[in-house]
């Protein structure tokens, strides 16, 4: 595996004060050497001042090549002759060997949104869920050499790990324990953020955040889901009714019976039971009835 190394440089400013100055320099000599071979006693000479100018202008033009620039949050990858030879991170003019290939890679933060994906959930419902994923290249090397293209690969890979994360989980569920899509929103971030960064690892990229960013059902059964959340909604409030209605009536019966206010019997308990639970777990609100007799008549 190919990890990035840092490479050292000449500053571009001393090798542009040097360079430019000889470019100027051969251009006075050629044209100095023009001149010599104008006359025939110095002909000789001014052709070879001359090839000379010429060779090196050449080779000045070539190390002139050498000069690049550098901005912030960027990077460039050197290589020279296919041989991965080092990263130069600092921001500035530089001058290297001018045979070096220099590839751009940027470490600014990115982000993306992936399309919304159908995927079946843990229960088997299909749901329509999407993400977005905040991420940057932190080693140059591995984003260049390990993968063929970085910014596809972090795509493909991304979305490869929120299907897998949709289908780990229910999209919803009554049960607190149980870790459900919309109901644990953060931590199925957290989930989501550890395995793309498990399959991103090899291309040199940190994840800096994952969430998701749509979520819902198949249109094909959102209706039918509706439903039946609103009827799960309706048991779990009934059964918390039931509950509570269920203990202000024994708290009650307690309370009649340590105070000693009225001494019933089974039967007597049984219809002011049934009366309190009527009243406490009734819908409407509930309408006195004058009894004119006893409960034994």
């Known amino acids: 595996m190919i990890r990035e190394k840092p ?6 400013w001393l090798a542009l004060s040097i360079l430019l100055p000889l470019v100027l320099l051969l251009v006075v000599g050629f044209i100095y050497g023009t001149t010599l071979a104008q006359n025939r006693q110095s002909q000789a000479a001014g052709v070879t001042i001359i090839l000379t100018s010429i060779v090196l202008e050449i080779v000045t033009l070539i190390l002139l090549k050498g000069l690049f620039i550098v901005n912030p949050n960027e990077s460039k990858v050197c290589q020279l002759f296919g041989e991965y030879v ?25 982000n993306f949104e ?35 293209n970085y910014e596809h690969y972090v795509k493909v890979q991304t979305e490869a790990a929120l299907r897998n994360l949709a289908t ?37 990229v940190e994840v800096i955040e994952a969430r998701i960013s749509y979520l819902a059902y198949a249109p094909e059964i959102a209706m039918a889901m509706l439903q039946r959340q609103q009827a799960g909604a309706i048991i779990a409030a009934r ?9 202000m009536v024994e708290m009650a019966l ?27 777990c009734g819908e409407r609100g509930t309408q006195p009835v004058v009894n004119t007799g006893t409960l034994y008549q």
């Open 239 to 247: 059964q918390k009714i039931v509950d509570g209605a269920v203990g």
């Open 86 to 110: 080092g990263t130069v991170r600092d921001a500035g003019l530089h001058w290297a060997n001018p045979f070096f290939k220099k590839t751009r890679i940027s470490n600014r933060v990115r």
């Open 168 to 204: 780990q989980h229910p999209y919803d569920s009554d049960d607190e324990s149980v870790m459900s899509l919309r109901g644990h929103t953060g931590a199925v971030a957290g989930q989501l953020k550890t395995e793309i960064q498990e399959r991103l690892a090899k291309a040199g």
């Open 7 to 12: 490479l050292s440089t000449i500053s571009g």
């Open 254 to 280: 307690n309370r009649l019976s340590h105070d000693k206010i009225i001494d019933l019997d089974e039967e007597r308990k049984a219809s002011m039971v049934s009366n309190l639970l009527v009243v406490l």
């Open 114 to 148: 992936t399309e919304k994906t159908k995927v079946n959930d843990k229960d088997g419902n299909p749901i329509d869920i999407g993400a977005v994923v905040v991420w940057k290249v932190v080693d140059t090397a591995e984003a260049c050499f390990e993968v063929d």
